[in-house]
Every structure is written in structure tokens, then in C-alpha cells.
């Protein structure tokens, strides 16, 4: 895994950001949620094989989630979706993927132009601790030398801390350090610093993975929420958290050492109410994984 810091300063450091960023409200055009399509994608780790010919669209304003056992690519999948699979040395992979029909992997195409408009959020939450909160939310601006007036940045905080459902708790003490919030709070502050740049699709890997189950619910609220604002695609071993956020599932299987793949996707209700395949019923009914 990277470091997520540096996806972040990668993704601010398009001056063509500046606009969008720093105005909360405006170019709807740039920031508005696009649909993702993963064509044909293959991965490798050196000579390990581990995602064979997937292809899934997750379409915009949706929340599509990725489940399967451990070790069957989910999340490597996801990180070919903004590029980061591509800062692991060995790593390598054949496909396509189109953000609203655009392959993110042209060529002349700036890894910065994926990794701005498609965010992630960790498992772990990662704010940097000894910054306030407030700086927290606008550290993307500040690490790409990006120039925002304070009137500007105070909105787009309060905007982002909305959106990712913390402004009430934290709005009398922004400039408290993130890391003195509580787990939930500090993933929900990594939300809000990812919306910062106004990504169009935001990914997440078992961003609640990490939390109490209070604060599970706090974060899938959240997802719920934003889901009219950025197309989100999340991976989740927890099957009735699949069921709560998600408006779709893909189910990726990878079977006695072959690479992973997708056994089977579709809306949300029908993956676990009438499943197509007996794998996908026995998983999702805790069969196995
Ligand atoms: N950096 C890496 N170098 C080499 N192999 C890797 C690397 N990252 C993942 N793999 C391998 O790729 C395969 C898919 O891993 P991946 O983490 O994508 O699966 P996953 O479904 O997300 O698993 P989990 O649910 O446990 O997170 C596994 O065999 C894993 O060992």
C-alpha cells in the first residue's frame, strides 16, 4: 500500500483544480459525479496473476459495493481505479477503465488528472494528527501551493465537514488537532479532506473496518448522503453493510489459485434475495470467506 499522503498531494497539484477547489458551489460541470467502467481488467504482481478480464460499471450517483473472500482482488481492483496500483513496483495490468467514457489510462494522460477526480478513503483513518481539524480539510489546497482566501477556504470546510457529517460535532473547535477526534470522527474528517478537491468518484477500502459500531453507522449515514454529491464504490466484508449502503454488489471470487474475478453483480436486493449462482448464495450467506 502507498502512502495515501501522496495521493493526495498528487491530486491538488493540477493548477486547473484551483477554480472547483476553492468554490464551494460551482463548476458543477467538473465536479459532478461521473460513471466509472471498468473494462476487461487484468492484474498482475510480477508473475502472480490475481485479477482476471473484470469488467463492472458502477454508474454515477450509485454506490456499488465489492465483496468476496480475502485475497480475491477487491482491493486491488479499486486501486487500479485511480491509478495506485501502478505505484507498486511489480505490479502491472491489461483493461481499460472510463470515467464517463474516458480511459483514465491514455496515454498523455496525467496520473494526477485520475487521482484528482477519483479520491480514496483508507481502512485506517489518516489525518494528519498534530494539524487542526480545519487544516485538515484544506491541507490538499495548502500542500499544492493552491491560493484560496480565508472567506473561500472557511466555506469550503464548512461545506466538506457537512457533507461528510461532522460539522456539528467539530464546528466550535476547528482548530483543535484531527487527531484528538475519535476513530469515526477522525475517518469521517479523512472524508471531508478527500472531498476537498471535489472528486467525482470516491473509493473506499473498509473505510469502517477499523470502527465501533456506532461509528460504523455514522459513516454508512454518510455514505448514504453523499452518494447525490460523488459516485462512491466501497469494499466490505460485512455483508449487511453491503446491504445497507450499497444500490449494487459485485461478488469477486478467486478459486483454488486462480486469479479473481467476478462470479456475479447486480442490484443489491437481488444479489441477496435471488442470487444467480450457488456461490454467490452460499457467500453471501456465510458459507464461506
Ligand atoms: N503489493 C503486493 N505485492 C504482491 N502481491 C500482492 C500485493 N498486494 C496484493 N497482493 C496479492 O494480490 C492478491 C489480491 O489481493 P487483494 O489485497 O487485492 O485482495 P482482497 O480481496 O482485497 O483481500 P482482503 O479482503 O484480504 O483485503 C492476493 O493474492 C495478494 O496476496
Known amino acids: 500500500m502507498s502512502d495515501p499522503t501522496d495521493t493526495l498531494v498528487d491530486e491538488i497539484l493540477d493548477p486547473t483544480r484551483r477554480i472547483n477547489a476553492v468554490r464551494p458551489g460551482r463548476g458543477a460541470a467538473q465536479s459532478d459525479p461521473a460513471t466509472l467502467e471498468a473494462d476487461s481488467i487484468s492484474a498482475w504482481f510480477g508473475d502472480h496473476k490475481v485479477l482476471e478480464h473484470v469488467s463492472l460499471t458502477m454508474p454515477a450517483r450509485k454506490v456499488t459495493a465489492l465483496i468476496g473472500p480475502s485475497g480475491c482482488g477487491k482491493s486491488t ?26 480511459d483514465i489510462y491514455d496515454r498523455g494522460r496525467r496520473i494526477t488528472h485520475a487521482r484528482r477526480q477519483i479520491g480514496m478513503v483508507f481502512q485506517k483513518p ?29 466555506a469550503l470546510v464548512e ?18 488537532p ?51 454529491e460523488v459516485t462512491i464504490v466501497i469494499v466490505t466484508h460485512n455483508m449487511q453493510q453491503a446491504a445497507r449502503v450499497s444500490d449494487q454488489c459485485a461478488f469477486f471470487l478467486a478459486e483454488q489459485g486462480t486469479p479473481g474475478a467476478i462470479v456475479e453483480h447486480g442490484p443489491t436486493g437481488a444479489m441477496f434475495d435471488s442470487p444467480q449462482d450457488p456461490r454467490t448464495t452460499d457467500y453471501v450467506n456465510g458459507r464461506f470467506g
Open 126 to 154: 489518516n489525518p494528519f494528527p498534530a494539524m487542526s481539524i480545519y487544516d485538515n480539510v484544506t491541507a490538499g489546497l495548502k500542500l499544492g501551493g493552491i491560493k484560496a482566501g480565508r472567506d473561500d477556504r472557511d
Open 159 to 176: 461545506e466538506c465537514l457537512t457533507k461528510a457529517g461532522l460539522w456539528k460535532e467539530v464546528r466550535d473547535r476547528l482548530r483543535q
Open 178 to 228: 484531527g487527531g484528538a477526534l475519535s476513530g469515526g470522527q477522525q475517518q469521517r474528517l479523512c472524508i471531508a479532506r478527500s472531498l476537498a478537491v471535489r472528486p467525482r468518484v470516491l473509493l473506499m477500502d473498509e473505510p469502517c473496518s477499523a470502527l465501533d459500531p456506532t461509528s460504523t453507522r455514522r459513516i454508512e449515514e454518510t455514505i448514504h448522503e453523499l452518494s447525490e
Open 77 to 102: 481492483f479499486l486501486r487500479i481505479l485511480n491509478r495506485m496500483h501502478e505505484l507498486v513496483g511489480s505490479a502491472s495490468l491489461a483493461g481499460r477503465v472510463l470515467l464517463d467514457g474516458e
